[in-house]
C-alpha cells in the first residue's frame, strides 16, 4: 500500500470514528509523509494506531495523539507556533502544512540534527530547530501565537507562558494524580484561562523544568 493510501486509511480508520474535525488538521495528516518522520526500520509501523520509538528514548505520538493535540490548540494560518520536545519533526512538518510558522526546540541534539533531514525527505520547508531546554522556550523569538509542549511536564513551565502571545494559546500534557491530561491555557487580559481535555500519555520533559 503506497503512503498516500496508508495517510487516507489512517484518518478514516484513526481520526474521524474518533471525533477529529478540523479539516486544517485532517488536511495537513493526509499531505505529511509520516514515514519520513521514523526510523527506516520502523517505517512498516509509521502509520499504525501507536507511538513508534525514534530512539534517544523518545517517541513520535500516535497519530490520533498528534491530531488532537493540534485540533485543540486550534492553529491558523500565519500563526507563530513553538513546539517544545520537536521530536523527530513530524508535528512541525503538519504545522508548516497548516500554513502556520513553526519555531521547534529539542533536547536531544541527534534527534535535532535529524530533524532538518526528515523535513527535506518529507518535501517540507525548512523550519528554525534549536537544541537546549525546551523549558525556557525561544525568547529571542518572542512572543508566540502558539506553544505546544510535546513532553509531558509537572506544570506549564513559567517562561513559556511568558512568551505566549496575548489572545495565544499553549497545549500540554501535565502530569496529574498518577497519570497525565491535556491541559490549555489561553493568554487574556486578566490572566490566562485554564481548560482541561482528555487523559494522555507523553514522554517526559527534560531540563529545569522536569519531574523531579
Keep these: 500500500m503506497t503512503g498516500n493510501l496508508r495517510r487516507r486509511q489512517m ?64 492553529v491558523h494560518r500565519g500563526m507563530k507556533v513553538l513546539e517544545v520536545g520537536a521530536g523527530s519533526g513530524y508535528v512541525l512538518a503538519l504545522l508548516s502544512a497548516m500554513g502556520a510558522r513553526p519555531w521547534g526546540v529539542e533536547w536531544h541534539h541527534r534527534l535535532a540534527e535529524r530533524i532538518v533531514t526528515n523535513l527535506a525527505s518529507a518535501g517540507v520547508r525548512p523550519t528554525p530547530v534549536r537544541v537546549g531546554d525546551g523549558g525556557l522556550g525561544w525568547p529571542e523569538e518572542a512572543p508566540f501565537d502558539r506553544i505546544l509542549i510535546s513532553a509531558a511536564c509537572p506544570a506549564i513551565p513559567p517562561p513559556l507562558l511568558e512568551q505566549l502571545a496575548l489572545g495565544g494559546r499553549l497545549v500540554a500534557p ?4 498518577f497519570s497525565q491530561v491535556v491541559l490549555r491555557m489561553t493568554r487574556t487580559d486578566h490572566g490566562f484561562r485554564e481548560e482541561t481535555y482528555d487523559r494522555c500519555v507523553f514522554v517526559p520533559l527534560q531540563g529545569r523544568f522536569a519531574r523531579r
Design 174 to 177: 501535565v502530569d496529574q494524580d
Design 11 to 74: 484518518v478514516r480508520e484513526q481520526l474521524l470514528p474518533r471525533g477529529l474535525r478540523s479539516r486544517r488538521v485532517l488536511g495537513a495528516m493526509l499531505r505529511v509523509e509520516r514515514e519520513a518522520f521514523v526510523p527506516e526500520a520502523a517505517r512498516g509501523a509509521a502509520y499504525e494506531d501507536h507511538p513508534v520509538s525514534i530512539g534517544e528514548g523518545q517517541t513520535i505520538s500516535q497519530p490520533y495523539m498528534a491530531a488532537v493535540m493540534l485540533q485543540i490548540l486550534d
